[in-house]
């Protein structure tokens, strides 16, 4: 039984599937005009744990993350300026597409390095203009519009439960993020279609009922869903800065035109933050995953990093943590691959029966494993489960007790639950040294055997300055880079 905490009901609910064996899930994607930085980036690691949790349970997942390519205004204290991306192709010099392309490119390259699934539909806003039109039109024949010279909006003072989402306090949270307009009828109205400026250049825009413009931000997501997952689905996703403003304007449009919520259960990640302050680009303290690597570390650490505190959490971003994180990371593989390292070692030998202890330690695991997955996605709770079993297995391993189906057994079941920690990759669980390193370990073999440890203990140590570690383990020598 899977709990989620859903920010509709600000309860930890029980998950019950709209169609038996089946997950829908809406991811709210990135408005491609910047790189994302290491905060954005937390809410897709967040999306795709979730959506492994149900596959581990074998249900089949489809899910959505759009992609922001027009309409998501840039707004400083409450004035609005432009359109990011045109705004981004103005300062760069650059075509629109260009800069939708290029950034689109970098979000998916970002994707595959945190080793995040694709999703089944990755859509993009401007090619649904159409069935944002279709939506308005819905809204105005019901009476939740209004015209103005700016474009048409929509009118919050018709739905009684405007505001109520999330359990916020709109007149304290998300203001500062609602741009001011004097065409405005109420200060929580938002706009559904804009009309191009006179003296404003875009390079998007559109043929609509009202006249030509383009579609405002909170349209899309309930366009795309609806088209892609139907009304109602079962889960929404996105950071908590969309609970106050987008997802309250998502969630008013469609209980407006359709009667219905869109999505059963709403879940948002927490933000990555620095000194205390939301890492963002307005403060210019952010970091992306190119800045990272080029400090040298691993993009899969970041990972770990943002699996070690539960999704609703704040993660205070530290170099130090992410070392740490690193660190472990480092410890899991050289693990994963002792093991590998061992089977390979014992498999010729007589094999002997799985010891009582190791298969306690093993369900013990599993169970701490599905225990917290199950409730709300404790990562740092099964993350710790995980460690705690390593620790235990490490000391039978360093004492030479481990035998070939042992070191299946326990590879085996860290690999299945990895399925949803997404930590491995087949080169991080598979040992295997090349040929020369190989050549050079059996001659150092030799001179041990032979008692000849100075000169092994030079190749020990001219291999290391190489960045090859050596370990005399009672399976033999086991070698890693660092």
Not at 53 to 63: G, T
Not at 160 to 186: A, C, H, M, P, Q
């Amino acid at each position: 039984m899977v709990y989620l905490y859903n920010t509709l009901t600000l309860t930890k609910e029980k998950f019950k599937p709209l169609v038996r064996g089946q997950v829908r899930i809406y991811s709210c994607g990135p408005t491609v005009y910047d790189f994302p930085h290491i905060g954005n980036m937390r809410a897709y690691v967040f999306s795709d744990v979730l959506r492994r949790l149900f596959e581990y349970h074998n249900y089949k997942v489809i899910q959505v993350i759009n992609i922001t390519d027009v309409g998501h205004l840039l707004v400083e204290d409450g004035n609005i300026s432009q359109d990011k991306i045109e705004n981004s192709a103005r300062i760069q010099r650059k075509t629109v597409k260009e800069i939708i392309d290029f950034y689109t490119k970098v979000f998916l390259r970002y994707l595959n390095l945190l080793q995040i699934k694709k999703p089944t539909y990755m859509p993009f806003a401007s090619q649904h203009i159409s069935e944002q039109i279709k939506i308005i039109q819905i809204l105005e024949k019901k009476g939740y519009t209004y015209l103005t010279d700016e474009g048409v909006y929509f009118d919050t003072s018709k739905l009684k439960i405007y505001g109520s989402f999330g359990g916020i306090d709109l007149t304290k949270e998300g203001v500062s993020r609602l741009e001011k307009s004097s065409f405005k009828k109420n200060q929580f109205d938002f706009a559904l279609w804009r009309f191009s400026k006179p003296q404003e250049k875009r390079q998007q825009e559109w043929q609509s009922p009202w006249g030509i413009g383009f579609p405002g931000w909170h349209t899309e997501c309930l366009a795309m869903d609806k088209k892609y997952l139907g009304l109602p689905f079962d889960i929404h996703t996105g950071g908590v800065d969309h609970i106050s403003v987008h997802h309250q304007n998502e969630i008013a449009q469609a209980e407006s035109a359709f009667g219905v919520n869109p999505a059963r259960y709403w879940m948002h990640s927490e933000f990555v933050v620095v000194n205390e302050e939301k890492m963002s680009k307005s403060l210019k303290n952010f970091l992306t995953l190119d800045d990272i690597i080029k400090k040298g570390f691993e993009p899969l650490s970041l990972r770990l990093l943002y699996l070690q505190a539960h999704y609703r959490q704040k993660i205070n971003f530290t170099f130090e943590a992410l070392k740490a994180a690193q660190n472990s990371l480092q410890n899991l593989y050289r693990f994963m691959k002792k093991l590998s390292f061992i089977g390979s070692f014992t498999k010729s030998k007589a094999e002997k029966q799985i010891d009582l202890g190791i298969k306690t330690a093993v369900s013990s695991y599993k169970n701490i494993f599905q225990k917290s997955i199950d409730d709300d996605l404790n990562t740092p709770k099964a993350l710790a489960g995980l460690f705690d079993f390593i620790t235990e297995i490490e000391k039978k391993l360093t004492a030479g007790l481990l035998n070939f189906n042992e070191a299946k057994l326990i590879k085996g079941t860290i690999l299945k639950t990895d399925k949803v920690f997404g930590l491995f990759t087949k080169q991080e669980t598979i040992y295997s040294l090349p040929v020369e390193i190989e050549k050079i370990l059996s001659q150092r073999e030799k001179l041990r055997f032979a008692g000849n440890y100075e000169k092994a203990d030079k190749i020990r140590l001219k291999l290391l300055k190489q960045g090859w570690h050596i370990e005399d383990t009672k399976y033999g020598q086991f070698a890693y880079r660092s």
